[in-house]
């Protein structure tokens, strides 16, 4: 079974601090994906990678950033959190095939920004 | 990708067959119709994909229609387990399976 892990389920921060999401993937997938998920909002694409070292924005890139140094380890990075940054952050993974790309999510890490 | 839309609310009853909906009338010929669900406080879960045929996997069926403009996910035998938001998500095989998802359907299923 695909397996994505995410760092921590539960993080509190301060505002004004710098944040780390790490989530790892044990499938090798090319394909690395963070959404935030809000009440009322759905998910929301935040940044994705397609390859180590390549990244793109994804619907609400503003106030974050990506890594992705390795192929299996996609870390999410809020340089300054916020309040407004209070949220479900969720990882997920897929492989490109010729059948579809499905995607296998994390368990999701609930960040609270004080 | 094109836009889904889903009722917002549905029961079952456990042990039944549970149909959840779903309208895709803008879908292009190129994407394909995705299935995830999301039990509370978790990760969605991938259930079921396809294209124009109808398919089947050890946890649901997915009907769609032949001019491909809705599709149908069946949970043949729906256990209170089952009980999750239900997501319809279109989109081409080419876009590394970056998703967009709407508000998705609740499914109680109810003892």
């Known amino acids: 079974d695909v397996k994505v892990t995410q760092s921590s389920r539960y993080l509190v921060k301060r505002t004004g601090e710098k944040v780390f999401l790490e989530c790892v993937q044990d499938?090798?997938?090319?394909?690395m994906f963070w959404y935030r998920q809000d009440p009322g909002l759905g998910l929301r694409l935040i940044y994705f990678?397609?390859?180590?070292?390549?990244?793109e924005k994804g619907d609400i890139p503003e106030g974050y950033s990506v890594s992705r140094e390795k192929k299996e380890r996609f870390s999410l990075i809020l340089e300054s959190a916020s309040t407004n940054q209070t949220s479900m952050y969720l990882c997920a993974s897929s492989v490109t095939s010729g059948r579809g790309n499905e995607q296998f999510f994390g368990p999701g890490t609930r960040l609270t920004v004080l | 990708d094109a836009k889904t839309t889903q009722p917002p609310s549905m029961d079952c009853a456990e042990g039944r067959a549970a149909n959840l909906p779903c309208n895709h009338s803008?879908?292009?010929?190129?994407?394909?119709v995705y299935w995830y669900r999301q039990i509370h406080s978790q990760g969605p879960q991938y259930i079921i994909h396809g294209l124009k045929n109808n398919e089947t996997n050890e946890m649901a069926s997915l009907i769609i229609t032949e001019d491909r403009k809705s599709s149908t996910l069946i949970l043949p035998h729906a256990t209170l387990r089952d009980t999750a938001v239900y997501y319809c998500i279109v989109r081409p095989n080419t876009n590394a399976g970056k998703s967009t998802f709407g508000d998705g359907t609740t499914l109680t299923v109810k003892p």
């Open positions: 499938m090798d997938h090319e394909n």
């Open positions: 990678s397609y390859d180590v070292k390549m990244k």
């Open positions: 803008t879908i292009s010929g190129n994407e394909y």
